[in-house]
């Protein structure tokens, strides 16, 4: 290509700072160095996290930042020390590494790794390192990715290469989103087949965690959000019972009590809010029940009575579906292809980079499922 070993000028989609706008900027994209790669951005989606970090999470030093974790494109160019990946590879960023060499990576226990932009600045969202400038300005990139730019800079141990027939506007939502229900479901819940869940929050995420409990052969899924518009979506994944908590007096756990007889098998909380995180625990039943978080949030302590857990449930946590991303990616890829898993009907709008704002205000006021952001 005629832009390798050059500095690439692009457009990106710029947070200058908290609570504000994105500005559509031209940045500068530096070539690759040892162990990177540089990466054509075709398509990306809009997730909960970015905002999280732009409207909630606020950290002073986490700004000016290019947004964006959940893309897909092609590599551009490679540094010295790349060997994994050509020119031309079909890829999709990580934000969570694997370099395969640390104690977790060698574990089969997690898909954490010591390597890698959370390394100690989990609260920031970003390395301090990065390759993107604008306005002589050094350019944070969120979570190691930054996929709300034309063009962005990886280390080659946070990419997974994928299927040459992989559609770049579809499995960009394996960079998030799906891996992070489904997996929170079949990996880290680990769900049986004959039971009973619960899924709060029916976001993108929430609904991958419904389509993770039907995938896993459960045979009640409880789908519980207070946008009943939500419902008929829910109902394509599998869901087979609704609850608005909004149309009951008593809490919610309360009321799944009574519904399964004491409690759910399994319940997964995917909307990132610590109440919730305690009436999703507290909807298991005693003895054996299982609850997940998987809503991202580091805002507020969690809490809940003791008895809870002394009573035999077990509450536990879920980062990326529990998938070694690069392992676990191309898997779920060729799981699409296949037809085992579904993508297109997450996707309810698709816009142009430009339009970034616009998609964000419909994932603010519950509009949307995914928006997909074309770059190319």
């Given at each position: 290509m005629a832009t390798v070993g050059k500095v690439i000028r692009c457009k990106a989609a710029v947070a200058w700072e908290a609570n504000k706008p994105l500005v559509i900027e031209e940045i500068e994209?530096?070539?690759?160095?040892t162990n990177e790669i540089r990466i054509k951005i075709f398509a990306t989606g809009v997730c909960h996290t970015d905002l999280y970090h732009l409207f909630e999470g606020k950290h002073k030093d986490g700004f000016p930042v290019v947004l964006g974790h959940e893309g897909a494109g092609i590599v551009e160019s490679v540094g010295p020390g790349v060997t994994e990946f050509l020119p031309g590879d079909k890829v999709i960023p990580l934000f969570i590494s694997q370099c395969g060499e640390c104690r977790f990576c060698q574990s089969p226990k997690t898909n954490q790794c010591e390597k890698g932009w959370a390394n100690g600045r989990h609260d920031v969202m970003s390395s301090a390192d990065t390759r993107f400038t604008c306005k002589g300005q050094k350019v944070l990139q969120f979570v190691g990715t930054?996929?709300?730019s034309e063009y962005t800079v990886v280390n080659q141990i946070a990419v997974a290469k994928v299927d040459p027939s992989?559609?770049?506007?579809?499995?960009?939502?394996?960079?998030?989103?799906?891996?992070?229900?489904?997996?929170?479901?079949?990996?880290t819940a680990k769900v049986e087949p004959g039971s009973t869940c619960a899924v709060f929050?029916?976001?993108?995420?929430?609904?991958?965690a419904v389509m993770g409990c039907h995938t896993a052969g459960a045979k009640r899924i409880i789908a519980i959000d207070v946008n009943p518009d939500k419902f008929e979506k829910a109902k394509v994944f599998g869901a087979t019972d609704f609850?608005?908590?909004?149309?009951?007096?008593e809490p919610?756990?309360?009321?799944?009590?009574?519904?399964?007889?004491?409690?759910?098998?399994?319940?997964?909380?995917?909307?990132?809010?610590?109440?919730?995180?305690?009436?999703?625990?507290?909807?298991?039943?005693?003895?054996?029940?299982?609850?997940?978080?998987?809503?991202?949030?580091?805002m507020h302590d969690i809490a809940t009575r003791p008895i809870q857990l002394i009573a035999g449930r077990t509450w536990k946590g879920s980062l990326f579906g529990g998938f070694k991303g690069k392992d676990g990616v191309p898997q779920m890829v060729m799981a699409y292809l296949?037809?085992?898993?579904k993508l297109d009907e997450f996707i309810t709008h698709n816009m142009p980079l430009e339009s970034v704002n616009d998609a964000i205000?419909?994932?603010k006021h519950g509009k949307c499922i995914r928006t997909i952001l074309t770059l190319e």
């Open positions: 994209v530096d070539v690759p160095h930054s996929t709300f992989a559609p770049l506007h579809k499995v960009c939502l394996l960079g998030c989103c799906v891996c992070t229900g489904f997996g929170a479901a079949v990996n929050g029916l976001g993108a995420v929430g609904l991958a609850l608005n908590p909004n149309d009951h007096s919610i756990s309360q009321v799944l009590s009574k519904m399964t007889n004491g409690g759910v098998d399994f319940s997964l909380e995917c909307v990132g809010n610590v109440g919730v995180m305690r009436n999703a625990l507290e909807s298991c039943i005693k003895g054996w029940g299982v609850s997940v978080l998987v809503g991202w949030t580091d296949d037809k085992k898993v205000e419909l994932m």
